[in-house]
């Protein structure tokens, strides 16, 4: 045994598929990342939080996870091993001579070098299985469909590839009267060089290799010794040009694509388009290395930074716009000086006496009455934030008989729970119109818990990135169809084309009392102040709570859109573009840059008021005589897309990264918890200057709350019970996230609510 053992080992280390595998770990470590990366995705120790792995194991194309979209995933993801073995073997291919003396070289190398493919697919396939039984509820059909179409796109891809390389790849038989001299003379300097360093590698650093995997079994490698290395080079030579073929068409395909990135057809599942981007990344590193050699960091480094210098003189620059707004006209001036003049008492003053036109008719509504005054503060959280303020509304207006969305004053908020605010005001608009709508029914909350990933991914990878040159009119204004554009086109798509309107179109509504006013918050990037954006101009916004007097300092806390936009067409805004601007996600909605000077760039409203307790308090303060004199006390709702008093997490041993990361991963952890302290504080000092009571409900999504959904949790959601911050959320997250309003807590919470408004 141990005689077998010993003769065994030394075959299989010098055996092919072992030496390559060595030779990427040795070699190509910018190869290994990607396969490292794509491991940790569909693993979970990757980008749970975002639900980055739901979009491999989960898949959604056309709204549907299907035979189909797992078919395109097999299919991109046997593209991207295909580029793993051209890109290996245009590197490497030299080093392994004997194989350019074999009928298909490419074909056997590319068999050689298929240990981590292998071992991906096999992962991949265990880690679908797994998670489509045990989140996604999957019948045994089901399941077999979706393994089959990973397995059917995987294998119709490999033999497209084959089939091409088949008539194409020639064999040393073939250029056995060939010298590589006249191959070389009419090749550019740099294919020259290059090609000349390859065969000096191939006749004097030479991998040993023994055996290597030939159909069903390993084959001895034979004798070289007497072809010319000249010839085998030509044979890699050749076969290099028709890989070079197979990229120049993924990347002309990623283009066209890019043409039609609106038509659903073609917004692939998101996971695919990461996956087409990580296959032309993975061929352009193959390219640098083969044409720079050893120098190939130096010179991506090098170009890196001329790139980066080039984009920071605008030389590259894209700017996502608002649409509405005119970026033809001369742009608002936006500094201290211009801040002092829009925030001064002469527009303060103007935009409260024109909101108390509001209020009254407002307080019209219940008679001799004084009411309890309502307002609702939505967190954000992306796609999971948007549908549990959706079902949130729904159960609390259906339970009161209409009396929260009546009693209800001001909406404030951030991201997706602003989202979900505005389509469910706008259904009670829509009823109160007298249009044959429910709003209450399920069908809403399927629509807005549809997938909004899928487009804004696609159009990132092949819209922004190569093409972006379409354009489409708005207000009698042109804008480019970009990632901003798929994002709103997708929204109004879901919220079934109701909010596709300025933002003023909603001003009459709002001043007769009939539906509440909505104040979106986005962040000014350029100095943390806030935007504040309504159907009319809202400047009393800045008055200063803390020391119960209006601002008289230059540090003011934000600015009226409309008053700095007045003449840019600020009041042709659209208002998905606001809800955009107020629902930055990062990395995946851009930054919106507006028309003034300095150019201003948003970010998401969460970044300062994640749960918009702040900008209610503020409200407050600047009508709390007329809110003291008219109503019977204020009444905070607050929908938040995570637990107040979440459970604290015991300290576990800590890494030396750890400690190297930890104080700023220690602000970004307790985030929330610091604007909960601000806005508790607030809220307590309220009680000095606003005479009547100040009463909180708090419906809070906690997944920990709803247990069954925990039971049989695949070991992914064990980690992370909560739905993922995301715009796309798996069957199970959307149950869990509707569902949670039926936890023990938010039935009490809704009981306060009914007693605190129907007395």
Not at 256 to 285: C, E, H, W, Y
Not at 420 to 425: E, M, P, V
Not at 702 to 716: C, H, T
Not at 738 to 757: C, G, M, P, R
Request: proline fraction near 4%; charged fraction near 20%; charge should be positive.
């Amino acid at each position: 045994m141990f005689r077998t053992l010993y003769f065994f080992f030394p075959k299989l280390y010098y055996s092919f598929p072992v030496q390559l595998l060595f030779n990427n770990f040795r070699r190509n470590q910018v190869l290994l990342l990607c396969w490292i990366i794509l491991f940790a995705m569909i693993t979970g120790n990757f980008g749970k939080y975002l639900g980055i792995p739901y979009l491999f194991l989960d898949p959604e194309y056309l709204n549907r996870v299907n035979f189909t979209s797992f078919f395109i995933m097999g299919a991109v993801t046997a593209g991207f091993t295909t580029a793993f073995h051209i890109t290996s073997y245009i590197n490497d291919g030299h080093r392994f001579s004997f194989v350019g003396t074999l009928p298909k070289p490419f074909t056997k190398f590319a068999v050689n070098n298929s240990l981590i493919p292998f071992v991906f697919l096999a992962v991949y396939l265990y880690e679908i299985i797994v998670f489509q039984v045990n989140n996604e509820y999957r019948s045994q059909y089901g399941l077999v469909t979706s393994v089959a179409g990973l397995l059917t796109g995987y294998g119709t891809m490999t033999l497209v590839f084959y089939t091409y390389f088949r008539l194409t790849n020639k064999d040393i038989f073939r250029y056995v009267v060939c010298r590589i001299d006249e191959r070389l003379k009419s090749s550019v300097k740099m294919t020259r060089a290059s090609a000349i360093k390859k065969l000096d590698i191939a006749r004097k650093k030479q991998v040993r290799v023994d055996y290597y995997w030939d159909r069903i079994s390993f084959k001895p490698v034979e004798n070289i010794s007497f072809y010319d290395k000249a010839t085998i080079l030509q044979v890699f030579d050749q076969n290099h040009f028709n890989l070079v073929i197979i990229e120049l068409f993924i990347f002309a395909l990623v283009l066209v694509l890019g043409l039609f990135k609106d038509n659903p057809v073609f917004q692939l599942p998101a996971a695919s388009s990461f996956v087409i981007f990580l296959t032309i990344f993975v061929m352009l590193s193959g390219a640098f290395k083969y044409w720079f050699g050893g120098w190939s960091a130096t010179v991506g480094l090098i170009l890196f930074l001329v790139v980066n210098y080039l984009v920071g003189e605008d030389f590259f620059s894209r700017k996502y716009e608002a649409f509405g707004l005119n970026y033809k006209t001369y742009a608002a001036e936006y500094n201290v000086k211009s801040l002092q003049h829009l925030n001064d008492s002469a527009h303060q003053e103007g935009d409260r006496r024109v909101t108390l036109v509001g209020l009254e008719n407002w307080r019209k509504k219940f008679g001799e009455e004084k009411p309890k005054m309502v307002f609702l503060c939505v967190s954000g959280g992306g796609k999971r934030a948007a549908l549990w303020t959706l079902s949130a509304l729904q159960r609390a207006d259906s339970l009161t008989n209409g009396a929260l969305m009546k009693h209800s004053i001001l909406v404030t908020g951030a991201s997706g729970g602003l989202i979900g605010a505005s389509y469910f005001r706008e259904l009670k608009l829509r009823e109160l119109q007298g249009e044959k709508i429910e709003p209450y029914a399920t069908v809403h909350r399927d629509r807005i818990a549809t997938d909004n990933l899928n487009p804004l991914i696609f159009s990132l990878m092949a819209n922004d990135l190569f093409v972006g040159f379409t354009q489409f009119e708005y207000a009698g204004l042109t804008y480019k169809r970009d990632r901003a554009y798929t994002f709103e086109q997708q929204l109004n798509e879901i919220t079934e084309g109701l909010m596709d309107k300025p933002v003023s179109a909603y001003r009459h509504w709002e001043l007769s009392g009939a539906i509440p006013t909505i104040i979106l918050t986005p962040t000014v990037v350029n100095d943390g102040r806030k935007l504040f954006i309504a159907s009319r101009p809202v400047s009393f916004m800045n008055y200063d709570v803390e020391n119960l007097e209006r601002y008289s300092s230059a540090k003011y806390s934000g600015v009226d859109f409309y008053h700095l936009f007045r003449e840019q067409n600020g009041d042709s805004l659209r208002f998905l573009s606001a809800l955009r601007m107020s629902a930055t996600f990062p990395y995946i909605t851009p930054n919106t840059t507006l028309p003034s000077n300095p150019p201003i760039q948003i970010m998401d409203a969460g970044i300062s008021d994640n749960f918009g307790l702040s900008d209610a308090v503020r409200f407050m303060f600047a009508f709390k005589d007329w809110i003291n004199e008219n109503t019977s006390g204020v009444v905070l709702v607050s929908i938040r897309d995570s637990p107040k008093l979440g459970t604290i997490a015991p300290k576990k041993g800590q890494t030396i990264i750890d400690d190297i990361t930890q104080p700023i991963s220690s602000v970004y952890n307790n985030f929330e918890n610091f604007q909960d302290i601000t806005s508790d504080l607030l809220i307590g000092q309220a009680s000095a200057w606003l005479h009547q009571p100040i009463d909180r409900v708090d419906l809070q999504y906690q997944a920990e709350s709803y247990v069954p959904i925990l039971r049989g949790m695949d070991s992914i959601r064990q980690n992370s019970t909560r739905a993922s911050l995301s715009w796309r959320l798996t069957t199970r997250e959307k149950q869990g996230v509707v569902n949670t309003i039926d936890s023990e807590a938010n039935q009490e919470q809704l009981a306060k609510l009914k007693k605190l408004i129907q007395p």
